[in-house]
């Protein structure tokens, strides 16, 4: 596609030579530091412009490149618009031509696709007839009140000027005073009046790039008659960092300033020690470490010279820059049980020391993935779930600690109720329906999440009675200063973009994996075998990596929950694939008693069946596997490769199955599994089957492969 493609041709007098047709290329690869090929010189008139950034030019990887004629910068010509952007996929095939009309002069360009800084150059055009190889001629004049010996009296003012014959025209006309090396533009005359001998050199450069031969003008000027016999007043400061002995690190830094009621401040000199007097320009950086002297003194135009005055100080080397980010530590105090959970609540000390000798400027801590906060004292936390506490710090040198963490679970006990909360909530922004409004999901002063306080999953007979429910809950929390105002607007806007309560928006089902690669991206694989997002919005099991493990959804937890979801068997042959949903078990890194992270959701939760093979494993579809039984005629079997509806509804500790919309297995979580011998670790009714937790789906090998679509769940 072609962006913003215009040429304009600037104003212009006197007769020009038709110029032939001219078409000027630019080509474009996988390099975004240089442009493949580009022109360096063109003449005046219409031209094609061609840029082509394809295959063809050595682009592999299809980034796109632009090609842009800068109009802004005073030093080149502005007076033609371009801005050609190409790819390979583009519908040109990365090739693309624009028309223009070029002036004499120098036209900038660049690609301006951040992080392509480096693709640019500078085209030169000329008039008609052939390039502009003879550089500027240029003379200097000087205006004054000369004396009888030539001399200039109080000033003298310097006038440059230039012309081209080349054909390209004067581009700009530069000076320098004395011997210095700093050539600066000249866009005035140049007033001279210190008094003494001066030179001016000068040179041109026309828009070909020709630059003239380095001229000079040399002059005196001298002071007007005057009776001034007072010689100016001067003082000098000395400014730097300073240590507590008045002692200055690293450098000190000399400033002087001279004043002259009379004929006025002619020039300032200084010396360093004993050595050579030299003319005051800007204030004197001292680095040697020692004790230093530094002189100065004025003369004025009369010719009266200040008497010397000095400045005496120390400059002592730096201490050793503080580059080690404070230790910092954790613990976590309270009362616990059998399987180490805190009763009732958790504390959290943070502590830090600095060893680079700046001294610790202060602590911050993150609770359960919310915003950094600063640290004044123990963290109490006494909201029953998972936890994790991370925290940094910070010395006064400015530098930081990596963050550090500290996980654990608080249950509910030790005379602390469990928060009543509408609905359970853990995510770590609150989002409201689908819409994420970027606000922390912070624990509000009632214990419970934000994100549980709005009610998005209830049954909302309007849109605009959730609307003001939202208000309400908002108003309380930002009175209560849990949220800011910008935070506030941040998650009513988010509410309304919902939809919810509106009919047909929301049934209060929130979807963990709608077919994009984002919601694919919300789940996370442990154990081995693998799965994969399909075009077609699908995810399948078993397809590359052999092995057993799970993909699981570690988002949040659930309690009381309804869970839908698609699956098809997919196994190749004709045999029958094996998989299974998990659902109820706790957070897979925090149990290193088992030998696999996969196998927490098999030993603390329960796996609800996925297999149609009529031979093989007694546990078919439905089954609450290792528990509870069912067989293939009550699963109703679905021919092979057609998609079922899997429902599957928990409440407190009652599971019911549906498969396509008929119950298949209701199963009271009341005994123990049903090996024989029992499994080692077989948890049974002790406490360990959780009444929440995470979802996740099973992969047995490469032949069990079964794809799942359209996973949604609704708390109840």
């Known amino acids: 596609m072609v962006l913003g493609l215009q040429s304009t041709a600037g104003a212009r007098t006197g007769p020009r030579q038709p110029a032939a047709a001219q078409v000027l290329t630019w080509t474009a690869g996988d390099d975004i530091t240089a442009y493949g090929s580009a022109p360096t010189t063109a003449v005046a008139g219409q031209a094609t412009i061609v840029f082509e950034n394809s295959a063809a030019t050595g682009n592999t990887t299809g980034m796109p490149h632009t090609v842009t004629f800068a109009t802004t910068d005073p030093e080149f010509n502005g007076d033609v618009q371009l801005n050609i952007l190409a790819n390979p996929a583009d519908d040109q095939g990365g090739r693309h031509t624009a028309e223009v009309t070029l002036t004499p002069g120098r036209y900038f360009y660049h690609c301006t696709i951040p992080g392509h800084g480096q693709m640019r150059g500078i085209l030169v055009v000329t008039e008609p007839g052939g390039a502009d190889t003879t550089a500027p001629e240029t003379s200097a004049e000087v205006h004054g009140t000369p004396n009888a010996q030539g001399q200039y009296v109080g000033s003298a003012t310097v006038v440059l000027t230039a012309s081209d014959d080349g054909g390209s025209g004067v581009d700009r006309i530069e000076y320098a005073v004395g011997d210095a090396d700093v050539w600066q ?242 995510r770590l922004t609150v989002i409201v329906g689908t819409v994420d409004s970027g606000v922390p999901n912070r624990v509000t002063n009632d214990r419970c999440r934000i994100n549980e306080l709005i009610e998005d999953e209830k049954e909302w007979t309007s849109h605009a009675l959730f609307l003001k429910h939202v208000r309400t809950v908002l108003d309380r929390l930002f009175r209560e200063g849990v949220v800011d105002a910008r935070e506030s607007d941040a998650i009513r806007a988010a509410a309304g973009e919902s939809g919810i309560g509106r009919p047909g928006q929301h049934d209060g089902y929130r979807a963990l994996f709608d077919g994009s690669a984002d919601s694919f991206a919300d789940w996370q694989h442990v154990g081995g075998g693998s799965f994969a997002l399909n075009p077609d919005g699908t995810m399948t099991s078993g397809t590359t990596t052999e092995g057993l493990g799970m993909l699981w959804f570690p988002q949040r937890r659930y309690g009381d929950f309804s869970l839908r979801l698609q699956w098809r068997d997919d196994a190749p042959g004709t045999g029958n694939a094996n998989s299974g949903v998990f659902v109820r078990f706790p957070w897979v890194h925090d149990h290193p008693e088992e030998p696999r992270p996969e196998w927490v959701a098999i030993t603390y939760g329960h796996e609800i069946q996925v297999l149609d093979r009529p031979d093989g494993d ?19 079997v679905a021919q092979k490769g057609t998609w079922n509806d899997y429902e599957i509804r928990v409440v407190d500790q009652h599971y019911s199955i549906y498969r396509n919309g008929v119950l298949i297995n209701a199963f009271d979580n009341i005994g123990g599994q049903e090996f024989t011998p029992p499994r080692a670790g077989d948890p049974g009714t002790d406490g360990r089957r959780f009444a929440s937790g995470y979802l996740g789906l099973q992969v047995h090998s490469t032949t069990d492969v079964v794809s799942y679509r359209d996973i949604r769940v609704k708390e109840l």
């Open 618 to 636: 007694l546990y078919k579809t439905g089954s609450v596997y290792g528990f509870d039984r069912v067989g293939l005629a009550g699963a109703g």
């Open 185 to 426: 533009p000249y866009t005035a005359p140049v007033l001279v009046d210190q008094v003494g001998d001066h030179t001016i050199r000068y040179r041109a450069t026309d828009r070909a790039g020709q630059v003239s031969a380095v001229k000079s003008v040399t002059f005196t000027v001298v002071a007007p008659p005057s009776d001034d016999t007072t010689p100016p007043q001067t003082s000098a400061t000395v400014s730097g960092a300073r240590d507590a002995d008045g002692a200055y690190l690293d450098m000190a830094t000399v400033t002087v300033s001279a004043s002259d009621t009379g004929s006025g401040v002619n020039s300032v000199e200084y010396a360093v020690g004993s050595g050579d007097w030299q003319a005051y320009t800007g204030p004197v950086m001292v680095h040697q470490v020692g004790t230093h002297t530094v002189r100065y003194r004025a003369t004025d135009r009369a010719g009266n010279v200040s008497a010397e005055r000095s400045v005496t100080f120390t400059v002592v080397a730096p201490p050793a820059q503080d580059t080690t980010p404070p230790v910092t530590g954790a613990t976590v105090t309270g009362t616990r049980n059998s399987d180490g959970a805190y009763l009732g609540g958790a504390q959290v000390t943070v502590s830090a020391a600095d060893e680079g000798g700046s001294g610790v400027a202060g602590i911050a801590y993150s609770l359960d993935g919310g915003p950094y906060l600063a640290y004044g004292g123990p963290v109490f936390v006494d909201r029953a779930g998972r936890h994790t506490v991370a925290y940094r710090a910070s010395d006064r040198a400015g530098n930081t600690s990596a963050s550090a963490a500290v996980s654990f679970t608080v249950v509910a006990g030790g005379g602390v109720p469990a928060p009543n909360c509408p609905e359970f909530d853990e």
